[in-house]
């Protein structure tokens, strides 16, 4: 069985830039979220989709969005890029309630 | 709003020696805890979860709702126990929103 998986790794990006990451989910999963990590802050969460509905939300500006399609992939777009965006960000599915959640690889964003 | 605290950055512990990390919580519901893992290199994965009950890789955790406590213990520590541990609480409410702590990193030296 697939794990969770991110693309694209690793990204370098400016200031002012906007950038989307995409995160597919294990196979039957409908839950993913978002999470950023940085050594400061450690693990923030970001936002939830559950079958393309946003359940939950974290305190992220709202330069940080997100959306799911059909198939449970989702994206993840962050515009206007600043220097404090450069982190890990991770996507975990799973099946929803009550259920483990699995991480993926995450991709490493630097803002430059 | 729930809190997760794990106070100790660094454990350095020798092998065969006893290793507790520290994690306690506020929320005032009855909250679901976690306890996940990161190997040098390999992504975030499941050790425990405290509805399981489980022992995993000699790990137990117990959690006490009267201290707001939910401590990860293994009675002797092996080199491959090496990594960094995250305690993470979740809300019946809010499933899928993981409040983690800040995460300890254990090294086991031989």
């Known amino acids: 069985k697939a794990g969770v998986t991110q693309t694209p790794r690793y990204l370098i990006k400016t200031r002012g830039q906007q950038v989307t990451l995409s995160c597919s989910p294990i196979?039957?999963?409908?839950?993913v979220s978002w999470y950023q990590q940085t050594p400061g802050q450690g693990l923030q969460f970001l936002f939830e989709?559950?079958?393309?509905?946003?359940?939950n939300k974290g305190n992220f500006p709202g330069r940080f969005s997100g959306r799911q399609f059909s198939n449970s992939r989702s994206e993840m777009n962050v515009s206007t890029l600043e220097l404090g965006d450069s982190a890990l960000y991770l996507c975990a599915s799973s099946m929803g309630h009550n259920t483990e959640a699995f991480f993926g690889q995450g991709t490493r964003l630097t803002v430059v | 709003a729930q809190r997760v605290t794990q106070p100790e950055k660094l454990l350095s512990v020798f092998k065969g020696a006893p290793v507790e990390l520290k994690c306690n919580y506020s929320?005032?519901?009855?909250?679901?805890l976690f306890w996940y893992v990161q190997y040098s290199r390999q992504r975030l994965q499941l050790l425990l979860r405290?509805?399981s009950r489980e022992s995993i890789k000699g790990f137990t955790a117990d959690l006490n709702k009267g201290e707001t406590s939910f401590h990860l213990k293994k009675p002797f520590a092996q080199e491959e126990d090496s990594a960094m541990y995250y305690c993470?609480?979740?809300?019946?409410?809010?499933?899928?929103?993981?409040?983690f702590g800040a995460g300890t990193q254990v090294v086991v030296t031989p």
């Open positions: 196979s039957g999963h409908r839950s």
């Open positions: 989709y559950f079958s393309e509905t946003q359940r």
């Open positions: 929320y005032s519901g009855s909250p679901e």
């Open positions: 993470a609480l979740v809300t019946t409410d809010s499933w899928g929103k993981f409040q």
């Open positions: 405290h509805i």
